[in-house]
C-alpha cells in the first residue's frame, strides 16, 4: 500500500466520523506494532495539511517485560517531528505473574487503556488515537456475539466521561493486510509484541475462522463491515 492510500483511507475515516476539530491535541497510542505506526505515520502527515489544525503527542505504554525494546518508536518519532513519551507499568507483572490470568487479553487492554489515557490526560490531549484497524473492527463484533452473546464493537468515536477524552479511530477503514503491505513497503521497524500469549488468543481464533469461512462466503469481511455501519450499534450511526 502506497503512502497515499492510507491518507485517503484515513482521511476518509476521519471526516466521516469528524474524528478531528480545530485546535485538538491528540495522543496516538504507539504499541510499535504495525497498525499503530500506520496511525502514527499518517497522522504525523496529516497534521501538515488538514483544514482543522491540529497537535499530536505520541505515548507508548510498556507493560514492563525485559523484551520490550522501544528505542525504533523513538527513533521514529523523532524523525517526524512527534513528541515521544514511553510509560512505564508493571502491567505484565500484574496479569501473568500476581494473577494468573487464564484469559488476560480483556483485562490487559483495560489497564493499557487506563495507563494511555492517563498520560495523555496529564499532557494535555483532548483525544487518543486508537490503531484498530477494519479486520479488528470485525473480529471484536464476533467475539462480543460468541462469548458475549451481544451485538457490539469498537465505535469510530467514543467518549469517556470520567477522563473527559475522546477516542478516534482513524485506520477503521484500513484493512489488515493493507497496513501490514505498507510497513513492509516502507521499511517501518516494527516492534514485535513481548506478550507471551501473543497469536494464542480468543481473537486469533476468531482470525483463523473468519479467513476459513472467507473461503466459503464471497465478501465476508466486506459484507460484516457494512452491516456493522448500518446498525444501531453505539457509535456508528449516532
Not at 14 to 26: F, K, S, T, W
Not at 167 to 177: A, F, G, K, Q, T
Amino acid at each position: 500500500m502506497k503512502h497515499q492510500k492510507l491518507l485517503s483511507y484515513v482521511r476518509r475515516a476521519v471526516e466521516d466520523y469528524q474524528m478531528i476539530a480545530p485546535g485538538d491535541r491528540i495522543a496516538i497510542g504507539v504499541s510499535g506494532g504495525k497498525d499503530s505506526l500506520c496511525t502514527l505515520l499518517a497522522l504525523a502527515d496529516l497534521r501538515r495539511f488538514y483544514p482543522n489544525p491540529f497537535e499530536i503527542e505520541a505515548i507508548t505504554v510498556s507493560l514492563g517485560f525485559p523484551s520490550g525494546d522501544y528505542s525504533p518508536v523513538a527513533a521514529l518519532c523523532e524523525k517526524i517531528n512527534v513528541p515521544f513519551t514511553l510509560v512505564e507499568t508493571d502491567i505484565g507483572q500484574i496479569i501473568f505473574e500476581e494473577r494468573k490470568e487464564k484469559n488476560p487479553c480483556s483485562l490487559c487492554a483495560k489497564m493499557r487503556k487506563g495507563a494511555l489515557n492517563d498520560a495523555a490526560e496529564k499532557l494535555g490531549c483532548n483525544k487518543v488515537a486508537l490503531g484498530h484497524n477494519k479486520d479488528d473492527i470485525i473480529e471484536t463484533f464476533f467475539l462480543s456475539l460468541f462469548y458475549e452473546g451481544r451485538i457490539n464493537t469498537f465505535a469510530p468515536v467514543s467518549f469517556l466521561d470520567r477522563k473527559q477524552i475522546y477516542s478516534i479511530r482513524p485506520l477503521m477503514y484500513v484493512p489488515e493486510y493493507e497496513a501490514r503491505s505498507y510497513v513492509k513497503k516502507y521499511e517501518i521497524p516494527v516492534v514485535k509484541s513481548p506478550c507471551p500469549v501473543d497469536g494464542e488468543t480468543k481473537r486469533q481464533e476468531i482470525k483463523e475462522l473468519i479467513a476459513s469461512l472467507s473461503k466459503q462466503y464471497d465478501n465476508l469481511e466486506g459484507k460484516v463491515f457494512s452491516a456493522i455501519r448500518r446498525s444501531a450499534i453505539k457509535g456508528w450511526n449516532d
